[in-house]
Nanobody, 117 residues
Framework: QVQLVQSGGGLVQPGGSLRLSCAAS????????MGWYRQAPGKQRELVAE???????NSADSVKGRCTISRDNAKNTLYLQMNSLTPEDTAVYYC???????????WGQGTQVTVSS
C-alpha cells in the first residue's frame, strides 16, 4: 500500500512563509507527476503546483512568484515552499502522486494551512 505522508502545515501570519513536505513510501524517481492541491471551505479542490518526471513545473496564477515546488528523489519527498502568504491561501493542502507503474492517483492525508493575524 503506497502512502503519502504530509507535514509542515500550521498557523502563520500574513506575509509569512511555510514549507510543506510530502514523503512517499516508495521511490519517486520514476514518478509520472506529483503535485500540491488545496481546498478552502466551500470551494473545490484546486491545483497549486505540479512537477513532472522531467522536472518541469506548473503553478496556479494565484501563487506564481510566491510558491516553489521541488522534490528530493533521494528522500522520496515532495516540497512546497510558500512565501508572502495571505489569508486567501488558507486551505487544506494535499499532495498527489501518479506513478508510471501503478494504477490510480495517490493522495496525502491533507494538512491545514491557516494564514491569520
Amino acid at each position: 500500500q503506497v502512502q503519502l505522508v504530509q507535514s509542515g502545515g500550521g498557523l502563520v501570519q500574513p506575509g509569512g512563509s511555510l514549507r510543506l513536505s510530502c514523503a512517499a513510501s516508495r521511490s519517486i524517481f520514476n514518478i509520472y507527476a506529483m503535485g500540491w492541491y488545496r481546498q478552502a471551505p466551500g470551494k473545490q479542490r484546486e491545483l497549486v503546483a505540479e512537477i513532472t518526471n522531467t522536472g518541469d513545473t506548473n503553478s496556479a496564477d494565484s501563487v506564481k512568484g510566491r510558491c516553489t515546488i521541488s522534490r528530493d528523489n533521494a528522500k522520496n519527498t515532495l516540497y512546497l515552499q510558500m512565501n508572502s502568504l495571505t489569508p486567501e491561501d488558507t486551505a487544506v493542502y494535499y499532495c498527489k502522486a501518479v506513478w508510471y507503474d501503478l494504477l490510480g492517483t495517490y493522495w496525502g492525508q491533507g494538512t491545514q494551512v491557516t494564514v491569520s493575524s
